[in-house]
């Protein structure tokens, strides 16, 4: 199973927002998507030493990574969040359903103070690896994101990926 990576076109620059830009939250803790039935433990990832977007190292099929260079949810920008869409074999992962989501959905994540935020799916757009609008999934400003990103298209094994990365565009509701 590939890494769900439009960072292998380049590691994303990551804007430092200062504590006046917006309010320091919690980690994130774990990923609810009720339309597909996702409850998922959300792990600290950053990038591998290749430059890839890294992926859940504990449980990887069941988990979600949260990149944690970027801001958390809730805080101004787009925090991202990643996961598998299939397990070697072809068998579902947490991701399985991603691409079933519609405008309007609502996507909610619980941090470690307790609180659950609520998001609302923008739109969904797959792009292939080398064409990902890396600024758009990982440095939009101006507004509170949260961009879930997956693997999608044909498993192409001499690349160890697939042809497409699915993202999932959502804003805080």
């Known amino acids: 199973?590939?890494?769900?990576?439009?960072s292998k076109i380049a590691s994303p620059t990551v804007t430092t927002l200062t504590p006046e830009a917006s309010p320091a939250m919690a980690s994130p803790v774990r990923l609810l998507i009720p339309r597909i039935g996702v409850n998922a433990h959300v792990e600290d990832v950053?990038?591998?030493?290749?430059?890839d977007l890294a992926t859940p190292?504990?449980?990887?099929?069941d988990d979600v990574g949260w990149y944690n260079r970027g801001p958390r949810p809730g805080e101004e920008g787009s925090a991202v969040i990643d996961g598998h869409v299939d397990?070697?074999?072809?068998l579902p992962a947490i991701f399985w359903n991603l691409r079933s989501l519609q405008a309007g959905d609502t996507v909610?994540?619980?941090n470690a103070q307790g609180k659950t935020l609520r998001f609302r799916?923008?739109?969904i757009a797959s792009y292939p690896p080398d064409q990902a609008p890396l600024p758009d999934i990982f440095e939009k400003t101006g507004g509170v994101y949260l961009n879930l990103i997956t693997c999608s298209g044909t498993w192409i094994p001499s690349q160890h990926q697939t042809t497409l990365r699915?993202?999932?565009?959502?804003?805080m509701a």
């Open 1 to 6: 199973m590939p890494t769900p990576s439009p």
């Open 87 to 90: 397990r070697p074999g072809g």
């Open 108 to 110: 909610m994540v619980a």
């Open 46 to 51: 950053g990038i591998t030493s290749n430059g």
């Open 121 to 123: 799916v923008l739109r």
């Open 166 to 171: 699915l993202v999932v565009y959502t804003v």
């Open 57 to 61: 190292a504990r449980s990887p099929w």
